[in-house]
């Protein structure tokens, strides 16, 4: 099975048992959506998997991280509160703060009326926060602390959409059916949290990054509440992102944002959007980190967390190593710790990896090769020619007009 067929089979699942309704399964589902898909996707030999890889000092630092918001750093609004702005936890560092660089350049204008908060993020890249900013890893203790019983009804029901669904891919019914249970008592809790919060409160609007994986019981909240529901672009969607594409688009389809800030047209790459969903484009704040420099006859290959050791063999085996001065092998960040796996890997050849910053490297270079990253369609504007490899997940990317098949191309082998 790959992408395709996959996401087919997910979306005729939920048409066929009505997953598109402003009920609580549907909500749910709808926050578990994206995270299962990605289970199946490595069950399936689709995709290794897709968590960040944390050495021990890091997971340490960020339960300390953790327990430091918890005690100090919980939200509160106050009068002057009009807006609430939810932060990706990849962060960036300008003007001399650790911020989200896809909201800041649209929402520091309006900080004075404005709460900042970092979303509840164990395991993934905690920080330091600045003055201005709270932390939802509060609803991590909530979670722990607070007993919310789930109707039997609920129960029942989440357990059949489970058999259907796993069994009919011959994957671990169970192991999903106690997913889909956990995840209704702690939808609950938090919509329940989010609705105290802001209920009475002068909020008018919720601006986020990443609708679709922690931020569905906020938004279903601010739905009750009449919040309206703004999302920045963060990276690269189409119509096989489950986070986004459905395939009934004048369908309810519960917790999706009001306005979606999009990037420009090449960015949507065919995703299907409930017709509730308005678009609007907007200025990517990427573009302010093009550098004026000479472009070198440099290959910049852009890894995965999903199939990196994939694309590390294709190179060695397709790519003509010597029509390139220089190429580059730059690891996602969640790659960082399997940094001497690669360097092993590229020893008896000319391919240097490299985990710096990807704008100065994307000035500087000609090309960019890549499966489905974001950066190859940052890449289109830092003026480079962009190849896809056809792996897994190209599908998201390969009917792109800016975007050649490597294999079509003099550079392949």
Known sequence: MNVKELVGHIQNFEVENQLFHDDLTSKVWKSIRTSIYYAFQKELGIFSDVKPRKNLRNKINSLKAVLLNVLFNRPTISAQHKYLVVQHPRTQ??????????????????????????????????????DDQASLDWLLVLKLLKFKSVDKNDITHAKKLMFLLCHSLNVDVEKYQKIFISEIRNFLIEEDYFITLLKNSSIESDSLVDHYSKNVPLISACKKLNIKVVEFQHGIISKYHLGYSVSKVDYEWPCYPDLFLSWGE?????????????????IPSYLNER????????????????????????????????????????LHPSEVDLLPFYENAFKDCKIKVCI????????????????????????????????YIDLPGSEYISKNRFIINIQHSQYYV
């Not at 090449?266 to 907007?282: A, M, R, T």
């Not at 500087?364 to 830092?382: N, Q, R």
Request: net charge negative.
């Open 356 to 387: 710096e910053n990807i704008y100065p490297l994307l000035s500087e270079s000609k090309y960019v090769l890549g499966v489905f990253s974001t950066v190859m369609l940052e890449a289109i504007d830092f003026d480079c020619q962009v190849f």
């Open 291 to 330: 550098i004026n420099v000479e472009k070198k006859e440099q290959l910049l290959i852009v890894s995965q967390s999903v199939n990196g050791k994939e694309i590390a063999k294709f190179v060695l085996q397709h790519i003509i190593m010597n029509a390139f001065d220089t190429i580059l092998f730059k």
């Open 93 to 130: 560092a300008i003007d001399g703060l650790r911020i989200d660089p896809y909201s800041y350049s649209f929402s520091r204008n309006l900080a004075d009326s404005s709460l900042f908060v970092s979303r509840s993020s164990l395991g993934e890249q905690n920080k330091k926060l600045d």
């Open 266 to 282: 090449q960015w949507l790459n065919e995703v299907k959007f409930p017709s509730s969903v308005d678009i609007s484009y907007i």
